[in-house]
């Protein structure tokens, strides 16, 4: 068989046991959407206030859907792990396949994953008020971003994932940056609405800089710089995790 | 503690002490630290970081008016972390087991009960030093404070017993905890938590102000910053003590059911 065979072989494994799991699925689709219909109507108008008129929904989808993707790495971290102390990584070792298969499978699964999900997410915001105005292209491009802003995190997640001693301790290493990147972005209040000093900080996260690519690319605004900027995030992630899930991996 | 003895005042509280030793050390330290440190400092400066300025903007004093909220918010914590321990107590045949040791029933919820006060106090503890450093300050003199605390404490324990009690009826820990933060997110969110009542859309303001959540919050806030206290404090603790005589009815009768 061929690597790229195996690989769909073993993300279709991984999709399936996401799908036969409804704790997993509420987990990853339920909590983003009560999430996004909370914040509606808890800030709504305040921040409606605030941007003269901007409709919040027009931001606060895409952050909800950024937010599920890195969220969902936190069950990547954890499904991966459970996978190398269960066992079943071992016996996929033994067989005649790919080594490297496993992860890419584990990868490939969980980035179709994040784009279902991000695809549910905004058929629900629709209902919200939240609608593509670019056309085809445009919405291709906002779940390519979802996939490049995913990829990020679910690298993280298993190279967290093999470097942790407990289950705990991965979702632990995960939940932290998560909730932190959330925090600091422009995804639920404009940048310049956070202290002066940061404001740069709120400017340079992966979650603002795809954050502002997705609004671009749904409600309109610019969107070349921030896919740029975004890539950047890609391409640096790449760079530095790969090798590094690579070599745990081996 | 004499031992092959039930019943006694001595033995409920010094199994149930016991107990709630057992409980604590339940939880790895990392996972204490993480959960009931890093994460209420990072809730702190992030909601204050995002709504600072817009609420500054209506004459709101963000500082003074978010720690209260945050406060609940970790007391719900507290009681959904009750229910996740009672529940994988019963999957795993730990209540069972304390029914065929001679030890005190009471002393289970004693225990449980103990556990949840030390977590709690340290939650509001790791709050209100994060909420200095910002710029929050009890206002309203020592007493005030201190009824504060024990409101806090105590709004824990009431919600704890409700989560309690669904925590014995079930034997899936990771369901009751999952199942909980959908039932609580709202309750806390659709609340005077993190906006004040007027802030929401007309429609549900009348929730928002009725709730209990706020009834709460609005004594915490009372408490912490001086003004008339005696009003929202006599509202908040009516609410937590007709919800604990539901709650604790109910968490007894699941508590005698869970074998």
Redesign the interface.
């Known amino acids: 068989m061929s690597t790229i065979t195996e690989t769909g072989l073993l993300a279709g494994r991984n999709l399936r046991r996401f799908a036969k799991s409804p704790?997993l699925v509420?987990?990853a689709v339920?909590?983003p959407l009560?999430?996004l219909f909370?914040m509606l109507?808890?800030?709504?108008?305040?921040?409606g206030a605030?941007t003269h008129g901007g409709r919040y929904i027009d931001r606060l989808a895409p952050v909800i859907v950024l937010f599920s993707a890195a969220y969902g790495a936190v069950g990547t971290g954890v499904g991966f792990f459970t996978d190398l102390r269960s066992g079943i990584v071992d016996r996929f070792r033994s067989m005649n396949i790919s080594r490297l298969s496993v992860l890419a499978g584990r990868i490939v699964g969980d980035l179709v994953r994040a784009v279902l999900v991000a695809a549910v997410t905004t058929a629900v915001a629709h209902l919200a008020g939240f609608r593509f105005t670019g056309g085809p292209l445009a919405v291709l491009g906002f779940f390519a971003v979802v996939a490049l802003f995913a990829w990020i995190f679910l690298w993280l997640a298993v190279v967290v994932a093999m470097a942790a001693s407990?289950e705990?301790?991965v979702s632990?290493a995960l939940n932290?940056p998560v909730?932190?990147l959330l925090?600091?972005s422009s995804g639920?209040?404009p940048v310049e609405?956070?202290?002066g000093w940061?404001q740069p900080v709120v400017r340079a996260n992966p979650l603002s800089l795809a954050g502002d690519a997705l609004v671009g690319l749904s409600g309109g605004g610019p969107v070349l710089l921030p896919v740029l900027f975004t890539g950047a995030w890609a391409v640096a992630a790449t760079v530095i995790l790969v090798p590094l899930a690579v070599r745990l991996y081996k | 503690m004499t031992t092959g003895t039930e019943a006694g005042l001595g033995n409920l509280f010094g199994q149930g002490l016991l107990l709630a030793g057992r409980n604590i050390r339940l939880n790895?330290t990392?996972?204490t630290i993480?959960t009931m440190v890093?994460?209420p400092v990072?809730f702190v400066?992030?909601?204050l970081?995002?709504?600072?300025?817009?609420?500054e903007?209506?004459g709101i004093v963000y500082a003074q008016f978010l720690p209260p909220a945050i406060v609940v918010q970790w007391m719900f914590s507290v009681a959904i972390t009750a229910a996740f321990c009672f529940a994988s107590d019963r999957r795993n045949g730990m209540l069972a087991r304390y029914r065929s040791l001679a030890i005190s029933r009471g002393a289970v919820v004693v225990g449980r009960m103990a556990a949840d006060s030390v977590r709690a106090l340290l939650a509001i503890a790791v709050i209100i030093a994060t909420g200095y450093v910002a710029g929050f300050r009890f206002q309203a003199g020592l007493p005030a404070a201190l009824g504060f605390v024990a409101l806090s404490v105590g709004f824990a324990l009431t919600v704890s017993a409700g989560t309690s009690a669904l925590g014995l009826v079930s034997r899936d820990p990771?369901?009751v905890s999952?199942t909980l933060?959908?039932v609580y997110?709202?309750l806390l969110?659709?609340s005077s938590a993190?906006?004040p009542a007027d802030?929401?859309?007309g429609w549900?303001e009348p929730f928002v102000r009725h709730q209990p959540v706020t009834a709460v919050l609005d004594a915490l806030r009372a408490l912490a910053g001086g003004g008339p206290t005696a009003g929202p404090v006599l509202t908040a603790v009516a609410w937590l003590a007709g919800l604990l005589a539901v709650f604790s009815a109910a968490a007894v009768q699941a508590f005698r059911r869970a074998t």
């Open positions: 704790q509420a987990d339920m909590f009560i999430l909370l109507l808890v800030f709504g108008e305040l921040v605030a407990s705990q301790a632990g932290t909730t932190l925090f600091l639920f209040v609405q956070f202290p940061l | 790895s990392a996972d993480s890093v994460f990072i400066f992030g909601f970081a995002l709504f600072g300025n817009l609420l903007a209506r990771e369901a999952a933060h959908v997110l709202p969110m659709i993190f906006v802030a929401f859309p549900i």
